[in-house]
């Protein structure tokens, strides 16, 4: 009896997933509550799941069913065809990478960040310098084995933002860079700073808890198909469509960052909740990039969190938390404390303002290591003037500078742009959803997101893999990657906050 | 290069094993944490993983291995030789099912596990005869294919108990069951109950909780390669020698159900962190049998933690956890509250004293099922006869009788025993270890837990699965299994308590 070769596919990529999601589980366990000691146990329980989860993939067998099913490319549904697709797309990047070369890399990735670990908590860019000059070199031998056209850089891309080249990102981000450095040069001069001294003092985990609760689930956050923990470093993760978690961390001394944080990972929770069901336990239920993933998680923290409309429905209920303490502050107050600007080193620490200058900074300084026009000795150097050009900073020293990130010692070249690609997709889409919901402020204000929500999930979440960020951006907005709407927006929310 | 064979089992051996502890972390995971929603995506990875494990198992290139490892038995370590022995145990077992008939059985479980829920919530037996009766034909199916000599049960028993019998169980069990039933009769008729009206009203649960990880970490549980969660039904499990996890659950109007529960937990946990480091990945990392295992959970639920030497240490801090409750109650009246004896109809809900008759009814009835001497409709009056001949009561409804248990529904036949062996294993040690650590009640006393530990982590854990039950009772009873031990322990505790 010959057997169907779509059911065959499906039989063999639900397997896949099911170890992808089994893997996942074990990473957020070890995130969230393995015992210290688990460590090395767990460590090859992960390689194990990942080593059979490859070999499952990349079996030839895989390569022939689509071989055949590409022949009867006609008759097949557009599920099964948009599946075909990107499991072809999916099954030859996967099979280009030799299995010896696969383990090259991640050897040199755990020793490297072994010694980045180091060498950031001794600020010594120096101890770290032959890791990331071999990291380079693999990643462009890399780049040749996965193949590419235009710069290198692009083949790593590819693996975050398929389609998106740094060809098209170059000029983009230095347009963006000029802009909005010198907005956050104006703010910085601007003799309008905030007075948050209302904010001083320690402020109890649990009743933030039980407000980060409430807001996830105002938002639309399904708690029966997810849940939210603690964590050193947030984050969110699916196991499968009905299983989704976040992730948060509070500061006793911060009111807002870990709710701001736990909206953040609740707008990527959202995306991975909205996907089709007849998508699980295959590679379509996923999100269409990095940057389409990070629009939803930056459009729920900063566009709808951070904007006034929301801090006046949130404010009277937020004392209701804090008795007695947030009876003299307005919702003004809130508004500027949580869209406050300040330049900072750090990365992770940088507001909705300054955020992307860091992200191009570090495009620009691996997009000259992949393309050889910055030497890895260079780094320091080449980190510590852009910061001083974009954001008038001073870098005091590496573990402040160029080693601060973990992403490179884990061979991750290519992941930051995604970061601002979101804050750029997010607005795109904002001028559409303003125009199409246009009493989307005055539903916020009542605290109500189900609009907006429906709107993300017709538009944005429930195609998954099916369509591509690019596709996803033209059904939006009409037209192709613009920065002018993210500047527009700093604008009209900066503007008027620092009396520009 | 030929391949060491040792080498390449040993390699194949720690992916099956790292299978099966993400197999145990996502049924961890399932019964702590996981939304609700969850549980289908949840149930096809947990099948994709087991099936990978067993595929990767019963693979013939493993028995090619322990084929040849076979001839050069002589030229190997004992490590070496004992993971050959237990793997060509295990491995033989697993290969004499077929694989359509593990997919049935599987599927007349997950059919029977739903009747059953149903039958058991309308308390009716007729409804989950036709499942049973399945169940035990396919068992008895099973028994045929796995081979055994004397009794179809004993192919069953083996999987839980390697080695023990039923022929072996029957006389032995038939003497417990009518001494332990006479002893029970007694105390019912005793006029000396405890008062146990200072254990009235409601007992918060942050104070039990703190307190039970307090009981943990003194009896040497370490909890940075361990944890305590809450769960519906407590259980311990393992990932690795050093991820190992307990649950209990408090119940608001009890103050010792869930701190002996914990301890219970704790004692499984203890046996499991003390296995040997050289046995990590490798199927020697498991206790000897799952009688072996209670035997410890016993150990220290029972013998330590119900004992008068204990909570001489231990209320003074428990009343600590609880300002001003606890002040005049003394030791001996908390020694008399854990070891109140009432029969019940409910196993789960049984003390030390009649615990064992629940046990033994099941097994009679499970090795007439399988012997074919008791037909599956007449189980309930088998059951309800028993109840009343070992203990006296008089069962209500099929849901209080026949229908309590899950196991069944699983195709769980062979498991009950285990539970009552682990009360005759640890009693027969603790002759022996009264014996070797002359002092111990007072070290118990002092709250110093070190000695005993130690005794069983050499006596015990060390040896993991390089030992079977029997070799170790050996090396501490110096003879087999004896069931007067227990019952010498249950009249010395039990005729002062209530002055027979």
Redesign the interface.
Known sequence: MPVDPILALRERL??VM??R??TA??QW?QEV??????A???G??L???SA?AHRLFTDPEVGTLLDSLHTQKDTLSPADAALVDVTRYDYDRATRLPESFVHEFARECSRAYEVWTRARAESDFSQFLPSLARLVELSRKKADLLGYEGSPYNALLEEYERGMTAEQLKPLFAEVAAAESQLVKRIAASPHQPDLSWLDGTWDEAPKWDFSLRVLKDMGY??????Q?KSVHPFSTQ?????VRVTTRFNPKELFSGLMGSIHEGGHALYMQGHAPED??TPLLDGASLGMHESQSRMWENVVGRSLAFWRHYLPILRGYFPGRLDAVTPEQVYRAVNRVERSLIRVEADECTYNLHIILRFEIEVGLLEDTLKVQDVPEAWNAKMKEYLGLDVPDDAHGCLQDIHWSHGAFGYFPTYALGNLYATQMLETIQREIPDLWQQIERGHFGTLLGWLRERVHKHGRRKLAPEILEGIAGGGLDWRPYYRYLEAKYGPLYGL
């Open positions: 639900g397997s099911d170890l999601s089994a589980v074990l366990d509550n393995m015992p210290p000691k688990g090395e146990g767990r090859q329980q390689a194990t799941l059979l399904d708690l029966d198909a997810g849940r923990d196991f499968d469509l009905c299983d699980r336990r």
